[in-house]
DNA sequence: AACCGCTTGTGAACGCAGGAACAAAGTCGC
DNA sequence: GCGACTTTGTTCCTGCGTTCACAAGCGGTT
């Protein structure tokens, strides 16, 4: 209950994200002020829940009224972090890389690519999403200049451990990774693991229990997707 | 314990799919056999947790020795339902769907795309990923006709529940989204979300509470930047 | 053939997340 | 001004996931 020092649960802060997508489409359409019931069911939680994701940041609501739409976004982005705009650097420009650095939705939630790295010289002065694809021996000044904490790794796997590597030593804290590959850091470094194929698979063993399951099938289970991943 | 009907939590499924992916990685490398704690240590789990998740398929190691390399993978394969090809829908081709498309890991995971859609004129037509890109028209003949089981959502935000609805009346019944949006399916239907800027937002909460929080920092003189922002 | 070391598989305890029910509080209507 | 309704914030409880620790089993060695 104490506001801020007191550490939210992972899995809380992951839904306080989503509540903030949520509430930022309502503020935009005009919306003041929504219950707790409307907001979980547009965010897919059970509203008990919500109230005590919510309960972490300290009172918030009105109650009899609910809660007011554009404050308690504000409160969230602040509580994540996101209320100012953080750099991050992305390495790895392929496909995927291409796609997060020109992903609008970075932007517009507090974060903003100060670099992008590649080694491959054909990618390297292609501007993508507004800026221009750097060297990697640009990485370490880049980092340090911006004072860049959090890095996104989208190169292929071989060369993801040497990334992380090099992006720890700049001094970067937080890192997104998107290779395949299951990265070792230094203690005190957030790594956080995206891995595409491994959601595919889940999916795929859903359906087949659920193709096989005809004794268990009888209750319907539904996982209540909490979009964490 | 039972082989293979009780359901195996969906935490240890995700695990699975991540040993599985390590398992191939040792065995393109010539090993025979691997022990809990290495196998573990690549993974980045705690080994007794691992040996649990693996109790799931009952017993599939040899005490004092470790697991067969490639009897385990094949096992795992087996549970998670990607011994065989499983035919995949993709909607929406932009940045983050081509990048999708011509990901290489899903295609030596047992899943094929055998459809790309999208609305876009522009896009219709294009070959990517060595396959061409049809009118959403042709969706529903193309599931049905495929008996595809699973599709991916790539698409603009605002199009996404569309899509979802057209997917499941086709015959879809696993669905994974990319699109910041929480999709409401009938029941029946397993949807797992995966949005990019939660994650950059729980990286974001960790850093500024890392930053914050000076009791956790007690070990680590960080040097790094000077903190100002 | 028996011993010993190594590794798996399992049982129990701990902590955490999720859900439902209840009390507090504020607003609207009369 | 007072009552009743609405909605929040909290508390309890149930279940799950994770971790630790130990017994069981197998191979190699003497």
Do not use: W
Not at 30 to 51: D, M, T
Not at 155 to 163: G, H, L, M, R
Not at 173 to 187: H, K
């Amino acid at each position: 209950m104490n506001p801020s020092r007191p550490r939210i649960p992972e899995a809380t802060v992951a839904r306080l994200a989503v509540y903030l997508r949520v509430l930022g489409g309502l503020a935009d359409s005009g919306r003041a002020s929504v219950s707790s019931g409307e907001l979980a069911g547009a965010a897919g939680v059970n509203p008990a829940g919500l109230r005590k994701d919510l309960s972490h940041l300290g009172p918030c609501g009105v109650r009899g009224v609910g809660y007011d739409v554009a404050g308690l976004r504000d409160r969230i982005a602040r509580v994540l972090g996101v209320e100012r705009s953080r750099a991050c650097v992305l390495v790895g420009l392929g496909n995927l890389g291409s796609a997060l650095a020109d992903y609008a939705g970075f932007g517009s939630r507090g974060f903003e690519f100060v670099g992008l790295f590649d080694s491959s010289p054909q990618r390297i002065g292609q501007v993508i999403g507004g800026r221009p694809v750097l060297a990697l021996t640009e990485l370490d000044d880049v980092v340090t200049g911006t004072a860049a904490t959090i890095g996104v790794i989208a190169t292929p796997a071989e060369v993801a451990q040497e990334i992380c590597d090099r992006l720890t030593a700049a001094g970067v804290r937080s890192i997104l990774n998107f290779a395949p590959v299951t990265l070792t850091a230094p203690a005190g470094v957030d790594v956080r693991q995206v891995d595409l194929s491994v959601e595919l698979q889940v999916l795929a063993f859903l359906d087949t229990s659920r193709d096989a399951g005809r004794d268990t099938g009888s209750d319907a289970r539904v996982p209540a997707v909490g979009g964490m991943a």
